[in-house]
């Protein structure tokens, strides 16, 4: 372990310099330093995770970890750890769906405009079973009269849960705050759409 930090720290002093050297030659290649900049970023981050994985190696418990970083226990486990899988004891693939985070958003959007149709096309088997259009339909029109149109949605929060991506979506009504929280598969449909009152996060 202890070799996968001295890499990490390599390739971040590597990226730093590079930076530094460009700066020196070039004074208007914005999109160049830009680049270089977020490669730091990215190494940087490699070096946090390899102390984060030092650290549990030698005893550290995830609230420990939260707490270094400031987030909870469980949002540093969701970015850092590696969940075995129950069902086949294989690492289980933590990377969520890369286009969630549109998905999500315009699966809102298609709420908010009454497009019950758009939206129910993208159910996956089982909850075109459980949930149909007149259903989804009946359950926004539940939330409405309870806390007036909607107003607009914040920054979908993305993460990777078992099988499925889990997006977390701030939503603003007139007179209230909620969560959309939609699961999706891998092949993009969703598994399921909650409307959880107020924000998550």
Request: proline fraction near 3%; charge should be negative.
């Amino acid at each position: 372990m202890q070799g996968n930090l001295t890499e990490s720290l390599r390739a971040l002093t590597a990226h730093t310099e590079a930076f530094l050297a460009s700066r020196v030659l070039t004074d208007e290649d914005w999109a160049g330093s830009i680049g270089r900049a977020v490669s730091i970023q990215a190494a940087a981050d490699d070096v946090v995770r390899a102390v984060v994985q030092q650290a549990r190696q030698n005893g550290a418990t995830w609230q420990v970890v939260g707490d270094a970083l400031g987030v909870s226990r469980q949002a540093a486990f969701q970015r850092y750890g590696k969940p075995t899988d129950p069902r086949t004891g294989e690492p289980m693939n933590t990377t969520p769906l890369p286009e969630a985070a549109e998905l999500a958003a315009s699966a809102i959007r298609d709420l908010a405009a009454g497009r019950w149709s758009s939206v129910a096309e993208r159910f996956d088997q089982t909850m075109r079973e459980g949930l149909s259009e007149d259903a989804l339909a009946a359950a926004w029109a539940q939330i409405v009269g309870l806390a007036g149109a909607f107003e607009q949605h914040g920054e979908p929060e993305v993460t990777r849960a078992g099988d499925v991506t889990v997006t977390n979506t701030p939503i603003a009504l007139e007179a209230g705050d909620y969560t959309a929280r939609i699961a999706f598969r891998d092949d993009r449909t969703i598994a399921g759409l909650h409307i959880l009152e107020g924000r998550t996060s």
